[in-house]
């Protein structure tokens, strides 16, 4: 064997080593079966290095924006609204994947998105910290058609929720340790500018990590000739809406729930700010116990849901995330914010693992992604409106009466998704 590709095999089974001792594979391997293990390696591996790059910067935004760059109200919700503006495109994302593999719209995204905080050298005022986290949420949001698809290829059904909820472990452990040293840091004086290109780095590290999973993708990536031009491609997207009930009634859940979530989320770190005087270290705090509990959900709702299905396991955390705003309405100082940090990590563990697998549960076999575009069309809508509607409802109610707009909006939602699982189990009978 030449001296080159001996180097380089010795270098693959090394990181091949490193990923499975780091990724706790012998506890995995107690409960995924053992063809599932070698995805598993390599998805937890790019977990880890994800959650790290994560949790070195996003639980930091908004407060360096609004404290220390001094960001507007309307920045702070520009900064929220990004990821979805983004997702309105997932349509043209879906459409351009019909007939190509699907792991570069995932990687490739994923490494450019992840450059850009090289960027934040040049960050002399808010607008131009802001105009670089949008765009690096937009252009990574480009993967989510094509990571959904992938989820489908790469793991079996009955162990998805399993698989993907230990990976999850391993990523938001990573993204509790990272965030506890990140916030120290950035309180010592550390510049943001040094904190995030590095985290940029193991980010970038956690996108080639995801390309090594290996995948057979069942998708229709032959015939080019099946595929319709983008407009056509559109009209047939939103068309499921009109034939799919079950998922009808999951998007509106999505778009009420969803709208009024995002809006009390926009008006948290304002509140945050603005009436608890909060530090980098007590935001480094909330997200630890949030991200405590996430750990420890992610296992459980893994085996709920393998067990009770994605629809279900949807609703019950949409009830748990109804927590959030009670307790901001009710909290006179930052550590008052526990209950809601503990709800947050709960809950939103048990959605990011029920939305993905409820469009996988409902959508038609082979178009997977093109629901996943759907989904995420819907979230870009109500996610680009929420935080630029929340500045006008804080101005004019308060945030008081906010926080109880948004609660009946997540209720609505929760009734919504109710009827969605009534809708499904309707058609399976």
Same mark, same amino acid.
């Given at each position: ?5 001996? /180097?380089?095999?010795?270098? !693959? ?7 499975s ?27 880890? *290095?994800?959650?790290i ?12 924006a ?14 929220m609204?990004?990821? @979805?503006?983004?997702?309105? *495109? ?10 190509? +593999? ?18 934040? %050298? ?5 607008w ?8 690096a ?24 929720g ?12 990573? /993204?509790l ?18 904190? @995030? ?7 970038i ?8 999973? $290996? ?9 080019? =000739?099946?595929?319709?031009? !983008?407009? !056509? ?13 079950? %998922?009808?009634? %999951? ?21 945050? &700010? ?15 116990? =949030?991200? &405590?509990?996430?750990i ?17 396991? +949807? ?8 927590v959030?705003?009670? &307790? ?8 008052? *914010?526990? $209950? ?46 929420? $935080? ?10 308060? @945030?008081?009466?906010?926080?109880? &707009? ?15 699982? #009534?809708?499904?189990?309707?058609? #399976?009978?």
């Amino acid at each position: 064997m030449p001296f080159s590709l001996l /180097l380089c095999y010795n270098r !693959t089974e090394m990181l091949a080593r490193i990923a499975s001792w780091v990724n706790g594979e012998r506890f995995a391997a107690r409960v995924l079966s053992p063809q599932v293990i070698p995805a598993y390696r390599w998805d937890a591996l790019a977990g880890l *290095l994800g959650g790290i790059y994560m949790g070195a910067i996003f639980p930091f935004v908004m407060r360096i924006a609004r404290a220390d760059l001094q960001a507007s109200r309307i920045e702070i919700s520009l900064l929220m609204a990004a990821p @979805f503006i983004g997702s309105m *495109l997932a349509p043209l994302w879906a459409r351009q994947m019909v007939g190509r +593999a699907k792991m570069p719209f995932c990687v490739y995204s994923w490494v450019f998105a992840r450059s850009l905080f090289f960027g934040m %050298f040049l960050v002399t005022q808010a607008w131009h910290f802001v105009l670089l986290l949008c765009l690096a949420q937009i252009i990574g949001s480009i993967a989510g058609p094509a990571y959904t698809a992938l989820m489908k290829d790469i793991y079996p059904d009955e162990e998805r929720g399993r698989a993907m909820g230990l990976v999850r472990v391993v990523a938001y452990s990573a /993204l509790l340790l990272t965030s506890f040293l990140a916030g120290h840091l950035l309180d010592a004086g550390v510049p943001f500018a040094w904190v @995030f290109s590095v985290a940029a780095v193991i980010g970038i590290l956690g996108a080639w990590s995801f390309n090594r999973i $290996p995948v057979h993708e069942s998708a229709t990536a032959t015939q080019s =000739a099946d595929r319709v031009s !983008t407009f !056509t491609f559109w009209l047939q997207t939103l068309a499921i809406l009109r034939h799919n009930k079950g %998922f009808f009634w %999951f998007a509106a859940s999505v778009m009420a729930y969803g709208f009024g979530n995002l809006v009390a989320f926009t008006l948290y770190p304002l509140y945050q &700010v603005d009436r608890l005087n909060i530090t980098n270290t007590q935001v480094a705090i909330l997200t630890n116990a =949030a991200s &405590v509990c996430s750990i420890v959900s992610f296992v459980y709702w893994g085996y709920f849901m393998d067990k009770y299905g994605a629809l279900w396991t +949807a609703l019950v955390n949409i009830l748990i995330q109804c927590v959030m705003p009670v &307790v901001y309405l009710l909290a006179d100082a930052w550590w008052h *914010l526990l $209950p809601a940090a503990i709800a947050q990590g709960v809950a939103g563990a048990g959605i990011e693992l029920a939305y993905l697998n409820v469009i996988l549960t409902l959508s038609e076999e082979g178009k997977e992604a093109q629901y996943q575009a759907l989904h995420s069309m819907l979230l870009g809508v109500r996610g680009t409106l929420a $935080p630029f509607v929340a500045v006008p409802i804080l101005h004019w109610l308060g @945030f008081s009466v906010s926080f109880i &707009v948004c609660l009946v909006l997540m209720l609505l939602g929760a009734g919504m998704q109710a009827i969605s699982l #009534r809708a499904y189990r309707a058609c #399976r009978v």
